[in-house]
């Protein structure tokens, strides 16, 4: 059951012994959270507890019911109130009245019955409260954050009072599950609602399948370190309860409080900024500005170097090589940079990189999920990406191992690394230890053309990768790729590719 927590502010101690006796709370789905003997006591009382329903004398010294009441609604409209008093005087009656305030009770009539007849008015008042008002404050929230440019400003999208059931303090999460696959985004929110805002004055609002924002009511009282253990601490809860409930990690990142309504979304923003630095951290992080590590500035450079070399290792069936370094690129150099642009550059020059290698015989399931990872690498970090592009290395070692015998394998392999140099059917038959007619036909059957002739188009297509760089000459390019002579090169890539090598194309 669902508790309504319950503050009693009376300077009398006799008085507030009665009343802690008249019903048995817990029972009927309150507690006493707190008592204080005058309204400045109850006000900072109510900061930090933030109460369900506050019940009080009007007449107490250092300051009076009505004066804390007011102060009490500016920070939370929707708490609800029992006014006390031992005088039959209307005037209280009337302003109470006018803060909205109806219930109003005479200490010598208060009794259990009337006690729990209140206490339960209000909290059905609550409910209903919390039912029709969530979803047009749920609404407002995500028109705000969404900015609708139909409207001049944000400021024609709700007010604090409309939005939030608090003024002041206020904290901003940005968060979203670490693996959404099969999850009710409707069971997720209903769970955070009942099992971690139960406690907490908060609104919580979905922005996309990947991401949810929540703000909550932070006490004007706490200072910047308290602030930063109290909102860590509410992150982690929230973290244990998904796991919990779900079986699943959250990544949460935790914005700038702010303290008046105008900050929202300056605030939103930085948040979500730094929520969308979760790709180049493990899953079931808690993200603060504070706590990163300085970004590393990587050039560009380096990066195309890097997916040149891989190329170049998947060329050459070199996989193992190629897993290493995705894994490298991936979990080191990136996660320095912490530059979301240049990882979706990465993860898209990847993707054309495997749709070049013959793909076409693999499980379709593989090939879907490549043709997906455009649209689901933003919710992947870059660990469970350089999982996802190993495996896919993997599987083109398993198409190559199921395609070719192990002694053409080893054969092809070691002409991809020395094809510069000058390789002969003689040489293949010796590392093969078969005779040069066996290598020939057992070449040509499983790869399709006969060994001289592979050779060739290997030399070629690796001629027409350097000269598309633009950064070699001809005779550099001939003599990088194994000819002797630039003439005989020239004439057989003129015969393979229709174009000579000095054409602008390349």
Same mark, same amino acid.
């Given at each position: 059951?669902?508790?309504?927590?319950?503050?009693?502010?009376?300077?009398?101690?006799?008085?507030?012994?009665?009343?802690?006796?008249?019903?048995?709370?817990?029972?009927?789905?309150?507690?006493?959270?707190?008592?204080?003997?005058?309204?400045?006591?109850?006000?900072?009382?109510?900061?930090?507890?933030?109460?369900?329903?506050?019940?009080?004398?009007?007449?107490?010294?250092?300051?009076?019911?009505?004066?804390?009441?007011?102060?009490?609604?500016?920070?939370?409209?929707?708490?609800?109130?029992?006014?006390?008093?031992?005088?039959?005087?209307?005037?209280?009656?009337?302003?109470?009245?006018?803060?909205?305030?109806?219930?109003?009770?005479?200490?010598?009539?208060?009794?259990?019955?009337?006690?729990?007849?209140?206490?339960?008015?209000?909290?059905?008042?609550?409910?209903?409260?919390?039912?029709?008002?969530?979803?047009?404050?749920?609404?407002?929230?995500?028109?705000?954050?969404?900015?609708?440019?139909?409207?001049?400003?944000?400021?024609?999208?709700?007010?604090?009072?409309?939005?939030?059931?608090?003024?002041?303090?206020?904290?901003?999460?940005?968060?979203?599950?670490?693996?959404?696959?099969?999850?009710?985004?409707?069971?997720?929110?209903?769970?955070?609602?009942?099992?971690?805002?139960?406690?907490?004055?908060?609104?919580?609002?979905?922005?996309?399948?990947?991401?949810?924002?929540?703000?909550?009511?932070?006490?004007?009282?706490?200072?910047?370190?308290?602030?930063?253990?109290?909102?860590?601490?509410?992150?982690?809860?929230?973290?244990?309860?998904?796991?919990?409930?779900?079986?699943?990690?959250?990544?949460?990142?935790?914005?700038?409080?702010?303290?008046?309504?105008?900050?929202?979304?300056?605030?939103?923003?930085?948040?979500?900024?730094?929520?969308?630095?979760?790709?180049?951290?493990?899953?079931?992080?808690?993200?603060?500005?504070?706590?990163?590590?300085?970004?590393?500035?990587?050039?560009?450079?380096?990066?195309?170097?890097?997916?040149?070399?891989?190329?170049?290792?998947?060329?050459?069936?070199?996989?193992?090589?190629?897993?290493?370094?995705?894994?490298?690129?991936?979990?080191?150099?990136?996660?320095?940079?912490?530059?979301?642009?240049?990882?979706?550059?990465?993860?898209?020059?990847?993707?054309?990189?495997?749709?070049?290698?013959?793909?076409?015989?693999?499980?379709?399931?593989?090939?879907?999920?490549?043709?997906?990872?455009?649209?689901?690498?933003?919710?992947?970090? !870059?660990?469970?990406?350089?999982?996802? +592009? $190993? &495996? /896919?290395?993997?599987?083109?070692?398993?198409? =190559? %191992?199921?395609?070719?015998?192990?002694?053409?394998?080893?054969?092809?392999?070691?002409?991809?690394?020395?094809?510069?140099?000058?390789?002969?059917?003689?040489?293949?038959?010796?590392?093969?230890?078969?005779?040069?007619?066996?290598?020939?036909?057992?070449?040509?059957?499983?790869?399709?053309?006969?060994?001289?002739?592979?050779?060739?188009?290997?030399?070629?297509?690796?001629?027409?990768?350097?000269?598309?760089?633009?950064?070699?000459?001809?005779?550099?390019?001939?003599?990088?790729?194994?000819?002797?002579? !630039?003439?005989?090169?020239?004439?057989? +890539? $003129? &015969? /393979?590719?229709?174009?000579?090598?000095?054409? =602008? %194309?390349?």
């Amino acid at each position: 059951m669902e508790m309504m927590k319950v503050i009693l502010v009376e300077d009398e101690d006799i008085v507030r012994e009665d009343i802690r006796r008249l019903i048995d709370w817990e029972r009927q789905g309150f507690v006493i959270a707190a008592e204080a003997r005058n309204g400045g006591e109850g006000l900072a009382l109510f900061h930090e507890i933030n109460p369900d329903i506050v019940i009080t004398d009007i007449k107490m010294p250092v300051m009076g019911g009505l004066d804390m009441v007011k102060e009490m609604i500016k920070k939370q409209p929707d708490t609800k109130f029992i006014l006390l008093t031992a005088y039959g005087d209307f005037d209280f009656a009337r302003e109470a009245i006018k803060l909205g305030i109806g219930s109003y009770v005479l200490k010598h009539e208060l009794d259990g019955s009337l006690l729990l007849e209140e206490l339960n008015k209000l909290k059905q008042r609550l409910h209903e409260e919390k039912s029709t008002g969530h979803l047009a404050r749920m609404g407002l929230l995500r028109m705000r954050l969404k900015r609708n440019p139909g409207l001049e400003s944000a400021e024609d999208i709700g007010q604090p009072g409309h939005i939030f059931r608090w003024e002041g303090k206020t904290g901003v999460f940005v968060f979203g599950l670490d693996d959404e696959a099969g999850m009710d985004k409707r069971e997720l929110m209903e769970c955070i609602h009942t099992r971690v805002l139960a406690d907490t004055a908060g609104e919580l609002v979905d922005l996309s399948d990947h991401m949810y924002v929540m703000f909550i009511r932070v006490s004007e009282q706490s200072s910047e370190r308290k602030t930063y253990e109290m909102t860590n601490e509410f992150a982690s809860r929230m973290q244990s309860q998904i796991a919990k409930t779900f079986g699943r990690t959250a990544t949460v990142a935790i914005g700038p409080v702010f303290h008046h309504f105008r900050e929202l979304e300056a605030s939103f923003q930085k948040t979500k900024e730094l929520f969308s630095l979760r790709v180049f951290s493990k899953e079931g992080s808690i993200l603060t500005a504070i706590q990163l590590p300085q970004a590393v500035t990587i050039p560009p450079a380096f990066v195309t170097g890097a997916l040149s070399e891989l190329r170049e290792r998947l060329a050459h069936r070199q996989y193992d090589q190629a897993k290493a370094q995705l894994q490298q690129l991936f979990t080191r150099d990136l996660v320095l940079a912490q530059n979301v642009s240049m990882l979706r550059n990465v993860v898209m020059e990847l993707i054309r990189m495997f749709h070049e290698r013959d793909i076409s015989n693999l499980n379709p399931a593989v090939i879907e999920s490549l043709e997906q990872l455009p649209d689901v690498h933003q919710s992947l970090n !870059v660990y469970r990406l350089a999982e996802r +592009f $190993k &495996r /896919l290395v993997e599987l083109l070692e398993e198409q =190559l %191992n199921a395609k070719y015998s192990k002694k053409i394998r080893e054969l092809l392999q070691y002409i991809h690394e020395n094809y510069q140099g000058d390789i002969t059917l003689n040489q293949a038959a010796d590392r093969l230890g078969f005779s040069i007619i066996y290598t020939s036909q057992l070449f040509k059957k499983e790869v399709g053309v006969p060994f001289v002739a592979y050779i060739t188009r290997y030399r070629i297509e690796k001629a027409k990768a350097l000269l598309e760089t633009g950064k070699y000459k001809v005779y550099e390019v001939s003599e990088m790729v194994g000819y002797q002579t !630039v003439p005989y090169f020239c004439k057989t +890539f $003129k &015969r /393979l590719t229709g174009k000579n090598p000095g054409d =602008l %194309n390349y």
